[in-house]
């Protein structure tokens, strides 16, 4: 059977995957879906954690998960379209007005 | 090496190789379709796992909701090829390092770590299981998320709609 520990090890190398490109990427839409990408990470743990426990609470963790990510990207999106028309632009070094 | 072991190590592959391409691509579309193909992988990994109804879920509103509304915003937006900016060799010398600091550090306590041996698909926790402890033990969370869905809503309409003037 399947270790544990390759699921962690592979949860633990998307999630470094999803930083490599939350710091990366210069398109904001992009920079959102590293996030969900990390998000996504994070729920293969929780079902390897599940299963390897044998309860389903981890499994009810990453029903939450979805529908926090589901309500986040409604409203990030909501907030991209809004920066976008204001700045005419997706580049996320061209929203700067709070730096010095 | 087993079945179960190939496929994992298929899916595993594939999934790696999506997230790469997200980074790699320039074009936020192809980056939005490498993305999918996460996330299918990661369904059959949840197969695999025995955990049907957490595939099913991820298919239909990860793979199908949440992909759709952002491809939808980047059609909407038209959103071009990123361009190239003097900041990115900053990220380049601090984010690399720091990524695989993060990920070697978590793969490190993992390995260390003393796990119950391995995920057990012949003991398949139903669907029916699943239920039971969502609407019994975590009912009250269920209702909170429906709330942050309501809000989430008003908050999206109130964000995208045109300012008249």
């Known amino acids: 059977m399947i270790p544990t520990n390759y699921y962690l090890i592979l949860s633990a190398i998307l999630f470094g995957l999803g930083m490599i490109a939350f710091v990366f990427k210069r398109n904001i839409i992009t920079i959102f879906m590293a996030i969900e990408l990390m998000l996504n990470a994070v729920n293969l743990a929780f079902v390897a ?33 809004l920066t976008a028309r204001n700045r005419r632009s997706l580049n996320v070094e061209r929203v700067d007005l709070l730096k010095l | 090496m087993n079945a179960s072991l190939a496929i994992f190590f298929v899916l595993a592959a594939v999934a790696v ?32 796992m025995g955990a049907e109804f957490v595939a099913a879920v991820q298919i239909i509103v990860y793979g199908g909701a949440v992909m759709v509304l952002f491809v939808f915003v980047i059609m909407l937006l038209n959103a071009g090829e990123e361009e190239h900016t003097n900041f ?8 690399i390092p720091m990524a695989v600091a993060v990920a070697g550090l978590i793969a490190a306590a993992i390995t260390r ?21 969502l609407f019994q033990d975590f009912v009250y ?4 998320t429906s709330f942050l869905i309501l809000v989430a809503i008003l908050g999206a309409i109130v964000l995208a709609q045109r300012e008249d003037n």
């Open chain 1, 49 to 81: 954690f599940s299963k390897a426990f044998g309860k389903s609470d981890g499994e009810v963790f990453v029903l939450f998960v979805i529908v926090v990510a589901a309500a986040e990207a409604a409203v990030g999106l909501g907030i991209i379209i």
């Open chain 2, 17 to 48: 190789a999506a997230a790469v391409s997200l980074i790699l691509q320039r074009h936020p579309i192809h980056s939005a379709l490498s993305l999918i193909v996460v996330m299918v992988a990661l369904a059959g990994l949840y197969l695999l």
């Open chain 2, 88 to 95: 990115s060799k900053l990220a380049a010398y601090a984010g």
């Open chain 2, 113 to 133: 770590s003393t796990l119950p041996p391995a995920p057990d698909p012949t003991a398949l926790t139903s669907t029916k299981s699943l239920s039971m402890l």
């Open chain 2, 141 to 144: 969370p269920f209702e909170l």
